[in-house]
């Protein structure tokens, strides 16, 4: 049950965001020309005057349609001019009120202001634990939010007012402007007080979630912050030992591996696998296998070839000057010289030799090379259990090696060798596979 205490003309101030409660101080700036000048006729009276908040924060003319239907009686306490050319004022609310009747709206809003109170319901059982409920979880918030109101903390727990209890959780928290417009208007202390423990259970829960957020995040930068101060660390510890700086060694693999003129799509896989180096932290495992596949990379031959001399005659005089005999065997390497050189976009073909130790196949693999006017590399394949010898390991693995095909062109020092694979009959196969397949 509402009553009437009294009825009063008296100018209106409309707020945009912000709700003022009774028996609540409160400061915020006034920046609107018609609510300065509500503001100064009030000064100029009995310093009284109507805050009520606007429902649409947009509108920056508000008619009486644009208010709540309930505001706040409120006395001007202090009017401080900013910088600017807003005013910052310090008011305590008295009461809720309602216009019933709009008397002018120019210059500022006025009007018939009638003075409404509820009646607090008795004091029961149920409102205690409301009120207990309330305290404490204010309580929480305060930690939560680190927000210092200690002072309204003390007068809610010496208060057994629901409603001043559940307009002092409104105005000192963070519940969302429309919710506190619903609670200036509701006029019975024990809902008022009901929404006010179930909005701040929420805002609770909402600060507990943000600051698990902030947490991690504060976390993550910490360990980012500790990685850079130490890498700073690093960096001048190099420069005083005249060591070479990282920075200079990224630029090296690039510079080198821009300067090999290779495909569009292996170099650009060849930098991305630079820059993902760049981001590796001193000491990473990971940072060791990219820096030892890039070297292994960078030692290939890329573009080196020698220039091939495919020649029957020439073939068939340095031939007969390193082997007598042979016969077969020379015919028959002859006979795939002579056709590279009638047909050289077939793609070149394997010769097999077989026979005993000591008879020259060896010997004769060189003696093709230098026919051909190119190097020579020797693989020898004997007692090999693994095809990962040969092809090579994955570069993920920590001590990956290349493969002995690999090696073998390195240590020739040119991508069109002629490659012996020695020994081919002795490759040995166990559990983990076959090479020979």
């Given amino acids: 049950m509402t009553e009437t205490i009294f009825a009063a003309k008296m100018p209106i101030l409309a707020l945009r965001g912000l709700c003022v409660f009774p028996e609540q101080t409160v400061h915020f700036e006034v920046g609107r020309s018609k609510s300065v000048k509500a503001l100064e006729a009030a000064m100029q009276g009995d310093q009284t005057l109507l805050l009520i908040p606007q429902k649409d924060l947009l509108v ?239 030692e290939l031959p890329w573009n080196i070839k020698t220039k091939e001399r495919v020649d029957v005659s020439a073939a068939r005089k340095i031939l007969e000057h390193d082997h007598f005999g042979m016969e077969k065997v020379k015919e028959r390497i002859l006979e795939t010289i002579a056709v590279r050189e009638m047909a050289p976009q077939m793609p070149p073909q394997i010769l097999c030799l077989v026979g005993p130790p000591g008879v020259g196949k060896t010997s004769i693999s060189y003696s093709i090379a230098r026919s051909l006017n190119r190097k020579m590399a020797r693989i020898s394949l004997g007692g090999i259990h693994d095809e990962a010898d040969i092809r090579g390991h994955r570069k993920t693995y920590v001590g990956a090696m290349p493969g002995r095909i690999m090696t073998a062109m390195t240590q020739a020092g040119s991508c069109n060798p002629v490659l012996l694979l020695d020994e081919i009959d002795k490759l040995g196969s166990d559990y983990r596979g076959d090479p020979s397949a």
């Avoid at 409920?133 to 727990?157: D, F, I, K």
């Avoid at 760049?278 to 495992?285: D, H, M, T, W």
């Fill in 60 to 298: 920056d003319d508000p008619t009486l349609k644009d208010l709540y239907n309930t505001g706040c009686i409120a006395k001007v306490k202090q009017v401080l001019k900013t910088q600017g050319e807003n005013l910052r004022i310090l008011v305590t609310g008295i009461g809720r009120g309602r216009i019933t009747e709009l008397s002018q709206s120019e210059p500022y809003l006025s009007g018939i202001v009638e003075s409404v109170s509820a009646e607090e319901p008795a004091d029961t059982i149920r409102a205690r634990a409301l009120r207990r409920e309330a305290n404490s979880l204010y309580g929480v918030y305060l930690e939560l939010c680190e927000h210092p109101a200690q002072t309204v903390q003390l007068r809610m727990l010496a208060s057994e007012s629901s409603g001043f209890i559940a307009d002092s959780i409104a105005q000192n928290s963070g519940i969302d402007f429309p919710d506190k417009a619903k609670m200036l208007c509701q006029l019975n202390s024990i809902r008022r007080l009901e929404t006010a423990v179930q909005l701040l259970r929420r805002e609770v829960e909402m600060l507990r979630l943000e600051g698990e957020i902030q947490e991690k995040t504060r976390a993550a930068i910490d360990q980012n912050q500790r990685d850079y101060f130490l890498r700073e660390q690093i960096k001048a510890i190099r420069e005083e030992l005249g060591e070479e700086d990282d920075e200079d060694e990224f630029d090296t693999y690039a510079q080198r591996i821009q300067a090999l003129h290779l495909e569009e799509d292996t170099e650009k896989k060849l930098l991305k696998d630079v820059e993902r180096l760049k981001k590796q932290p001193f000491g990473s495992s990971e940072g060791a296998v990219l820096r030892n596949y890039l070297d292994t990379v960078l």
